[in-house]
């Protein structure tokens, strides 16, 4: 089994902001990848996406959204509940093993395999296996600084490295 995938994601004023970790692990002590690729745009640059779980299905899924995306003319939420509930039902889909967080400079949302979309009271929300602490530290930085989305994002991604073997500190950042 692969792991090693940290995601966490900020929305703050009218920026919002995606990091996440290259690691993917094999088992539990094999680094087997440093640059992974685990966050994007799409829908013409107005959508940021990052994924955790296996990438095959999470590339499926991102691909699946990007034409949920299009069906509904850019709308996010309406997107993202087609999505989960094509996931939910769709014999292939349901065992697809990852999740995503998606926004647009109105929303953040994380979508899962269950069928759920949740949109975070706070703004701030993480995935993955080092996503507890990056949750943490960007709650932190973002209620006791003045630093931008991307600024949080990318610090919490730094201090999730520091802490969890699954975590690398090779951090993409993406920004709407």
């Not at 692990?25 to 094999?30: L, S």
């Not at 520091?162 to 709407?176: A, K, P």
Request: glycine residues 8%; proline residues 1%.
């Amino acid at each position: 089994m692969f792991k090693g995938t940290t995601i966490v994601a900020v929305k703050q004023k009218d920026r919002v902001a995606i990091a996440g970790d290259g690691q993917v692990t094999m088992g539990e002590n094999t680094i087997i990848k440093h640059t992974a690729k685990k966050i994007r745009k799409i829908y013409n640059d107005t959508v940021v996406i990052g994924f955790a779980g296996s990438v095959a299905d999470a590339l499926m899924l991102s691909e699946k959204f990007e034409e949920k995306l299009e069906q509904y003319s850019g709308n996010l939420k309406r997107a993202s509940v087609e999505l989960a509930q094509d996931w939910r039902r769709d014999k292939i889909l349901k065992k697809l093993e990852a999740l995503m967080i998606v926004a647009n400079k109105e929303n953040l949302l994380v979508i899962s395999g269950g069928g759920e979309v949740i949109e975070p009271d706070e703004d701030v929300v993480a995935i993955g296996s080092g996503g507890f602490y990056a949750l943490a530290a960007a709650k932190a930085l973002k209620d006791n600084t003045d630093l931008s989305a991307g600024e949080i994002a990318y610090k919490a991604m730094e201090i999730a490295a520091s802490i969890c073997v699954y975590t690398n500190n090779n951090i993409t950042l993406e920004e709407l």
